[in-house]
């Protein structure tokens, strides 16, 4: 099945790409064609899919194949964070693991990207593999760098700005709503300082 997202309205991308995919049989791919590298997609399925992989094309647009995983059996992973490693315009969220009880994610930015403030219902725990820069919980700003963690309790208002390049692994409990990611994707993709999840 092939799904190009790019004369659709961003509002409605998600939920057609998840529609399609819950038409799928197991071990079925499905194709999506979008003008971005395609991240928020892969973090909301990821705890639903196989294997995916993302191409650029000549033009700029994205092809990313999803395959629908079988079975619902929990399997260890074992990976290496290289084989996940990428940067767009906005700060990159690339998923390890994603499931409704928790979400392992994998954070890149560049220099001046952020991750807009916003008070999810999720615990956040963020660990910084490399790279320097600033998080803000409950209105206050501490400087993190490599080996830095920060817990931050669900309900509590927290963002992150990188100073240099910086990777992070980001873990949250319980894994935030499709709906609060796209708010969040959004005010970062608008220049959004911060982002109210109520309205």
């Known amino acids: 099945m092939e799904l190009d997202l790019r004369p659709v309205q961003p509002e409605y991308r998600h939920k057609l790409v ?6 799928l049989k197991e071990g079925e791919e499905l194709t999506v064609i979008a003008d971005h590298y395609p991240s928020h997609l892969i973090q909301l399925l990821s705890g639903h899919i196989e294997k995916y992989k993302v191409e650029e094309t000549a ?8 395959t629908k995983k079988k079975g619902s059996a929990n399997r260890p992973i074992i990976s290496h964070i290289s084989e996940f490693r990428k940067t767009g315009e ?5 998923p390890v693991l994603r499931k409704d009880e928790y979400g392992v994610i994998l954070v890149f930015f ?14 956040l725990i963020f660990y910084v593999l490399q790279g320097q820069g ?3 919980v409950d ?22 700005k990188a100073d240099t390049y910086m990777e992070a692994i980001h873990i949250v409990v319980p894994s935030p709503s499709p709906e609060d990611h796209e708010k969040v994707m959004s005010a970062a993709m608008n220049g959004i300082a911060e982002v109210d999840l109520k309205h």
């Open 18 to 23: 998840l529609e399609s995919f819950s038409k």
């Open 59 to 66: 033009n700029g647009d994205f092809v990313l194949k999803l």
């Open 90 to 94: 906005v700060f990159t969220p690339i």
């Open 110 to 123: 560049k220099p001046g990207q952020y991750i807009p403030i916003h008070a999810p219902d999720s615990d």
């Open 134 to 136: 600033k998080v803000s």
């Open 139 to 160: 209105n206050k700003e501490y400087e993190v760098r490599e080996g830095s963690i920060v817990i931050v309790p669900r309900g509590i208002k927290r963002g992150v």
